[in-house]
C-alpha cells in the first residue's frame, strides 16, 4: 500500500515514515502542503495521513483541493488540534477519520487498515484464497494452515497480490505500491522478491503471466480438497 504522510514536524514525521515501513507500507512524506497539493494532483495513493498546521497551504485547503478534484482517496487527519469543532469542520470537509496527537503508532496502524477495508476490493480483514492466508493485522502468512516468516517487503508485495486476486499486477506497478519515492529500485528487484516468496511459499503461490507481470490466483487448483 502506498501512503502519503503531509507532516511537517521532522521528529514526528521522522518516527511515523519508519514505523509504516516496518509495518511493510511504502511511504512518501513530504512537510510543505502546497508541495502535498502538487503531488497529488500528479501521483496516485492508496491513504494520505494530513496534517493540519502546514507552511505554504493549510492541511484542510489541501483536502478541501482534493475533494475538489473529485479524488475520493481515503484521509486520516493527524492533529494536536483537538476541539470539537475543528473535528467535525475536518470530518465535513471530506475526511476520512480523526486522529489527534499524540497518538499510539498501533492505532493508527489499525486505523489505517480499518480505512482500508473500505474499499470494495480490500473489505476483507483477513485475504485468503483458500491455500494462502495474509492477516495485515498480526502481519503473518500461513501456507494450508502452517506460518511462513516473510521480510517486510515480501509480505508488502504479497499483500499487493492478494488485495487483487486474479488480477495481474506489471512490474511497474508492484514497485510504485511497495516503494516509496526516495528509495532506489534495482531492475530485478520484483524479480528476487518473488523468487524469495515461491521458495517460502511454494512454487504455485505466484503466478507468472508472461509479458505482463504477476498474479495470485483466486481459488488454486486443489484448494477445496486441502480445506
Avoid: C
Avoid at 510543505?32 to 505554504?56: C, N, Q, V, Y
Avoid at 497551504?57 to 475520493?72: I, P, Q, T
Amino acid at each position: 500500500m502506498r501512503v502519503l504522510l503531509v507532516e511537517d514536524d521532522p521528529m514526528l514525521g521522522s518516527a511515523v515514515s519508519q514505523a509504516l515501513r516496518d509495518a511493510a507500507y511504502a511511504v512518501d512524506w513530504l512537510q510543505d502542503g502546497r508541495i502535498a497539493s502538487t503531488a497529488l494532483t500528479h501521483h496516485s495513493f492508496e491513504l494520505i495521513l494530513l496534517d493540519l498546521g502546514l507552511p505554504h497551504l493549510g492541511g484542510l485547503d489541501v483536502l478541501r483541493d482534493l475533494r475538489a478534484r473529485d479524488d475520493s482517496t481515503p484521509v486520516l487527519i493527524i492533529t494536536a488540534r483537538d476541539a470539537v469543532e475543528q473535528r467535525i469542520e475536518g470530518l465535513d470537509r471530506g475526511a476520512d477519520d480523526y486522529l489527534v496527537k499524540p497518538f499510539d503508532v498501533g492505532e493508527l496502524l489499525a486505523r489505517m487498515r480499518a480505512l482500508g477495508r473500505r474499499r470494495p476490493e480490500t473489505a476483507s480483514t483477513v485475504l485468503s484464497n483458500g491455500v494462502l492466508t495474509l492477516d495485515p493485522a498480526s502481519r503473518t502468512v500461513t501456507v494450508s494452515g502452517t506460518e511462513r516468516a516473510l521480510s517486510n517487503r515480501e509480505f508488502a508485495l504479497l499483500r499487493e497480490l492478494m488485495n487483487r486476486p486474479g488480477a495481474v499486477l506489471s512490474r511497474a506497478e508492484l514497485e510504485d505500491r511497495i516503494y516509496g519515492w526516495n528509495e532506489e529500485v534495482d531492475s530485478n528487484v520484483i524479480e528476487y522478491i518473488i523468487h524469495n516468496l515461491r521458495r517460502k511459499l511454494g512454487q504455485d503461490s505466484i503466478r507468472n503471466v508472461r509479458g505482463l507481470g504477476w498474479m495470485v490466483e483466486r481459488t488454486p487448483p486443489g484448494a477445496q480438497r486441502e480445506r
